[in-house]
C-alpha cells in the first residue's frame, strides 16, 4: 500500500511539474507575440542580416514613376507635385490626364468655331467662362476652324495640401485657319487654305480624391 502512495505521489508531483512547465511557456509566447484582437496585418518581417552580423538595407519603391518622370524632370517641383496627388488619389495618371487635356483643348477651340460654349461650361472655371464668352461675342464674324494639335507639353505642376487642389499647366501648339469676312461674306482678310500655328498655355484645376473627375480651365496664356 505505501509502494502504491508513493507511486501516486510521485505522478502527481510530475503532473504538477509539466502543467508549471506548460503556463510558463504560454506565458512567455504571450509576451513575445503579445495579443490579437479582431483583424490585424500580420508584423512586417525583419530584414535579414548576414552572417557577419551587418543589417541588410532594405530600398523601398520600385524606382522613379515613369508615369511622372516621362512627362516632367525627376526631383522637379512638378514631379514632387504630381506624386503628392497621386499620394491622395492613388488612381490618377498624368498621361491619362494629358489625353484628357489634349481632348479639351480640342473640344474648347472647336467650340469657339461655332460660337457655343455652353456645352463646355463645366468645364471652365468662373472667369475663363466669363472671358471666353467676350471673345466668343468680338469673332462672331470671323471663319476659325481647327485643325488640331501638333505638339502638347505638361509645363508645370502645383498641390496645395491644404485644400486638396492639384493645378497642372500645359503647352499646345494647336493648328487652325482663320478667315474674316464682309457682310456680303466675301473673305477680306485671311486664307481659309493657309494653316498656322496657334501657342496655348492652359491650366486645368481640380480638387484630388472629389467624385467629381472632371478638370477646370482656370487660366489661359500664350
Do not use: C
Request: proline share 4%; glycine share 10%.
Amino acid at each position: 500500500m505505501v509502494q502504491n502512495g508513493e507511486k501516486m505521489n510521485s505522478a502527481v508531483i510530475q503532473l504538477l511539474v509539466l502543467a508549471a512547465i506548460a503556463i510558463f511557456l504560454i506565458l512567455r509566447l504571450k509576451n513575445v507575440l503579445g495579443t490579437r484582437d479582431g483583424f490585424e496585418k500580420p508584423p512586417l518581417a525583419s530584414p535579414a542580416r548576414p552572417a557577419g552580423g551587418r543589417r541588410l538595407e532594405v530600398v523601398e519603391g520600385g524606382g522613379p514613376d515613369r508615369d511622372i518622370t516621362d512627362h516632367v524632370a525627376e526631383g522637379s517641383a512638378a514631379a514632387r507635385a504630381l506624386a503628392a496627388m497621386k499620394r491622395v488619389e492613388p488612381s490618377f495618371n498624368v498621361t491619362e490626364f494629358l489625353g484628357g487635356a489634349r481632348g479639351a483643348y480640342e473640344m474648347i477651340l472647336m467650340a469657339f468655331e461655332s460660337g457655343d460654349i455652353e456645352r463646355i461650361r463645366p468645364f471652365l472655371s468662373d472667369e475663363v467662362y466669363q472671358a471666353f464668352s467676350q471673345v466668343v461675342d468680338a469673332r462672331e464674324k470671323d471663319g476659325i476652324s481647327f485643325v488640331g494639335v501638333r505638339e502638347m507639353t505638361l509645363v508645370d505642376a502645383e498641390f496645395d495640401e491644404s485644400t486638396g487642389i492639384g493645378e497642372i499647366t500645359v503647352r499646345f501648339v494647336g493648328e487652325l485657319t482663320s478667315v474674316v469676312r464682309d457682310k456680303d461674306g466675301r473673305i477680306v482678310e485671311g486664307n481659309p487654305n493657309e494653316v498656322k500655328r496657334q501657342k496655348d498655355q492652359w491650366t486645368f484645376a481640380r480638387k484630388m480624391g472629389a467624385q467629381d473627375p472632371n478638370w477646370q480651365l482656370v487660366a489661359t496664356g500664350g
